[in-house]
């Protein structure tokens, strides 16, 4: 592994200057990487070094192999309370090989990019299938894909890594001076920010004829602010709704970042002194930068066919879906349709080809609220009886093996005409909900709670005070029956996150979720600041 990582921070050093950072940064860079480090493509000689390897494969017995050379690439840059406490740059190169023998796969890796230690690591995965193809009681049957040549790349349009740390740290500066000069009554302010930028570039080749470069580029903006009030003793927070993209560093450029800082900071105090929530049944209108994660552990997780085979356990369990639902559960009302797609614009997950090399692709999950796709790779697409894979294998890393993951998982925008307000106009009695926050799920993605950012009362069809300690229950098809609206495309935002954890060894994977405000109709809302004053006491009494 070729790996270098700059991380200074302020409580070591003091906060960082700006003034000759990049210099500075660029100096040490050339130290340890002393070819420039160049991102590019693989040369014609990595290249022929993956044919080597994968003809070696087949010497040894393997009825597959795959090999992924790969490059990741990450940047970030820390500020709390207007200094800058810290940059990081950091980049990983290797070679990971996967094999078939015996009806078994064999994984292993190495940072070394040469012919010796490229069969070594053959050699290492040949040993592994065999060992494992003792414990196998079913060969494994990749469903087929088509040699392809190709190469796909994120369409961006500013090169985040072209941007200089210090463009970077003073873009984040420039927006803490704008926070301080909102008025908080004289509490205090506290804000950190982050702004990371990620690339992964991996060449992928496999025994049955392809051939596929890929570039992938993300950005990862953050910003959370917290108000306190040392006469109460209490705090509030409120993290800004920009979430991270499959983009260019446009996406930070274009962000309306300035806005809602000064927001942000209006909410936060607000919060303090806002009313707590009465504990009942409300219908409940989930803005984007909150439904996407419920979609996520609701929808995305429990329609993972891992999962719902038992395969998989790790991060919240399994799945209350059984292989038999499939076409045959009613998952919600007919305003759900939910769309697993990993060709689309600006999200996370986007990309050309999985890690099995299948084209990435655009289908449902749920239509008119029923069941009627799941999510497979290679190896499961015929556990269900399909001809093909729906492409969802991906590793974090060259020295990962790559499994099932999740894609973007989306909500399709309601066909009828419907902006956020005419949704609030048409609420009765209701609480309008924004950001994500906390929330609990069980083992089988059925039962769960969710709380959000910022919460308001809705009266009569109009938005009224916030309200704070919001948090609503549900059990996952009970909740998505009772989506009774679903706001148009105008409407329509990308949620996402940069780390779902899944597996052991754990690996993240970026994904995202788009929707449009929707509403659900009589949902229990419980009061978090009542209900955790109980706890101290013993159960929580949830019937109340």
């Given at each position: 592994?070729?790996?270098?990582?700059?991380?200074?921070?302020?409580?070591?050093?003091?906060?960082?200057?700006?003034?000759?950072?990049?210099?500075?940064?660029?100096?040490?860079?050339?130290?340890?990487?002393?070819?420039?480090?160049?991102?590019?493509?693989?040369?014609?000689?990595?290249?022929?070094?993956?044919?080597?390897?994968?003809?070696?494969?087949?010497?040894?017995?393997?009825?597959?192999?795959?090999?992924?050379?790969?490059?990741?690439?990450s940047?970030?840059?820390?500020?709390?309370?207007?200094?800058?406490?810290?940059?990081?740059?950091?980049?990983?190169?290797g070679?990971g090989v996967?094999?078939?023998?015996?009806?078994?796969?064999?994984?292993?890796a190495?940072?070394?990019?040469?012919?010796?230690?490229?069969?070594?690591?053959?050699?290492?995965?040949?040993?592994?299938?065999?060992?494992?193809?003792?414990?196998?009681?079913?060969?494994?049957?990749?469903?087929?894909?088509?040699?392809?040549?190709?190469?796909?790349?994120?369409?961006?349009?500013?090169?985040?890594?072209?941007?200089?740390?210090?463009?970077r740290?003073?873009?984040?500066?420039?927006?803490?001076?704008?926070?301080?000069?909102?008025?908080?009554?004289?509490?205090?302010?506290?804000?950190?920010?982050?702004?990371?930028?990620v690339?992964?570039?991996?060449?992928?080749a496999?025994?049955?004829?392809?051939?596929?470069?890929?570039?992938?580029?993300?950005?990862?903006?953050?910003?959370?602010?917290?108000?306190?009030?040392?006469?109460?003793?209490?705090?509030?927070s409120?993290?800004?709704?920009?979430?991270?993209?499959?983009?260019?560093?446009?996406?930070?450029?274009?962000?309306?970042?300035k806005?809602?800082?000064?927001?942000a900071?209006a909410?936060?105090?607000?919060?303090?002194?806002?009313?707590?929530?009465?504990p009942?049944?409300?219908?409940?209108?989930?803005?984007?930068?909150?439904?996407?994660?419920?979609?996520?552990?609701?929808?995305?997780?429990?329609t993972?066919?891992?999962r719902?085979?038992?395969?998989e356990?790790?991060?919240?369990?399994?799945s209350?879906?059984?292989?038999?639902?499939l076409?045959?559960?009613?998952?919600?009302?007919?305003?759900?349709?939910?769309?697993?797609?990993?060709?689309?614009?600006?999200?996370?997950?986007?990309?050309?080809?999985d890690?099995?090399?299948?084209?990435?692709?655009?289908?449902?999950?749920?239509?008119?609220?029923e069941?009627?796709?799941?999510?497979?790779?290679?190896?499961?697409?015929?556990?269900?009886?399909?001809?093909?894979?729906?492409?969802?294998?991906?590793?974090?890393?060259?020295?990962?093996?790559?499994?099932?993951?999740?894609?973007?998982?989306?909500l399709?925008?309601?066909?009828?005409?419907?902006?956020?307000?005419?949704?609030?106009?048409?609420?009765?009695?209701?609480?309008?909900?924004k950001?994500?926050?906390?929330?609990?799920?069980?083992?089988?993605?059925?039962?769960?709670?969710?709380?959000?950012?910022?919460?308001?009362?809705?009266?009569?069809?109009?938005?009224?005070?916030?309200?704070?300690?919001?948090?609503?229950?549900?059990?996952?098809?009970?909740?998505?029956?009772?989506?009774?609206s679903?706001?148009?495309?105008?409407?329509y935002?990308?949620?996402?996150?940069?780390?779902?954890?899944?597996?052991?060894?754990m690996?993240?994977?970026?994904?995202?979720?788009?929707?449009?405000?929707?509403?659900?109709?009589?949902?229990?809302?419980?009061?978090?600041?009542?209900?955790?004053?109980?706890?101290?006491?013993?159960?929580?009494?949830?019937e109340e």
């Amino acid at each position: 592994m070729h790996r270098r990582v700059f991380l200074k921070g302020a409580l070591a050093g003091g906060a960082l200057a700006l003034t000759g950072l990049d210099a500075r940064l660029a100096s040490a860079a050339s130290l340890l990487r002393p070819d420039g480090g160049a991102l590019t493509k693989p040369s014609a000689d990595q290249q022929a070094l993956a044919d080597t390897l994968l003809a070696y494969a087949k010497s040894q017995g393997a009825t597959y192999a795959d090999v992924r050379i790969s490059r990741y690439a990450s940047q970030s840059v820390g500020v709390r309370d207007s200094v800058v406490t810290g940059v990081s740059d950091s980049d990983s190169f290797g070679l990971g090989v996967r094999v078939i023998k015996s009806g078994t796969w064999g994984f292993s890796a190495t940072q070394m990019v040469n012919e010796t230690n490229g069969k070594r690591a053959v050699d290492e995965a040949v040993q592994m299938a065999e060992a494992n193809s003792k414990l196998q009681s079913i060969p494994l049957d990749l469903a087929p894909v088509d040699a392809v040549t190709a190469e796909w790349k994120t369409p961006i349009k500013k090169n985040p890594f072209d941007v200089s740390f210090k463009e970077r740290a003073e873009f984040l500066l420039s927006m803490h001076a704008l926070a301080k000069g909102v008025d908080v009554g004289g509490k205090k302010l506290f804000i950190n920010s982050h702004l990371s930028s990620v690339r992964e570039e991996k060449y992928f080749a496999s025994t049955d004829g392809s051939k596929i470069w890929q570039e992938v580029t993300r950005v990862d903006p953050s910003t959370h602010i917290t108000i306190a009030d040392r006469a109460k003793g209490e705090f509030a927070s409120r993290a800004l709704f920009v979430l991270p993209q499959g983009r260019g560093y446009e996406y930070v450029e274009a962000y309306p970042y300035k806005e809602e800082i000064a927001q942000a900071v209006a909410e936060a105090t607000q919060k303090l002194s806002a009313r707590s929530v009465e504990p009942g049944k409300y219908d409940l209108i989930l803005h984007p930068t909150h439904l996407w994660l419920t979609i996520h552990e609701s929808i995305g997780h429990p329609t993972e066919l891992d999962r719902i085979m038992g395969y998989e356990a790790n991060f919240a369990g399994t799945s209350f879906v059984k292989k038999d639902d499939l076409n045959s559960l009613t998952y919600g009302s007919d305003n759900v349709n939910i769309v697993a797609d990993r060709t689309q614009d600006g999200a996370l997950a986007t990309v050309g080809f999985d890690d099995d090399g299948v084209p990435s692709q655009s289908y449902d999950l749920i239509r008119e609220g029923e069941l009627v796709g799941l999510q497979t790779t290679r190896e499961q697409a015929k556990m269900i009886g399909e001809a093909r894979s729906r492409g969802q294998s991906y590793a974090q890393g060259w020295w990962s093996v790559p499994f099932q993951r999740m894609p973007n998982v989306s909500l399709k925008p309601g066909k009828t005409k419907r902006s956020l307000n005419d949704l609030i106009a048409d609420t009765d009695s209701g609480i309008l909900i924004k950001g994500n926050s906390s929330y609990s799920i069980d083992h089988q993605r059925y039962n769960f709670q969710f709380t959000g950012q910022v919460a308001y009362e809705i009266k009569g069809g109009k938005l009224g005070d916030m309200l704070r300690d919001v948090a609503y229950q549900a059990n996952t098809r009970d909740f998505w029956k009772r989506c009774d609206s679903v706001c148009d495309q105008s409407e329509y935002m990308l949620g996402g996150a940069m780390n779902d954890g899944k597996g052991e060894p754990m690996q993240s994977n970026p994904v995202s979720h788009g929707c449009a405000p929707a509403r659900f109709s009589r949902i229990a809302v419980i009061n978090t600041k009542s209900q955790s004053a109980k706890a101290r006491s013993g159960m929580i009494d949830y019937e109340e």
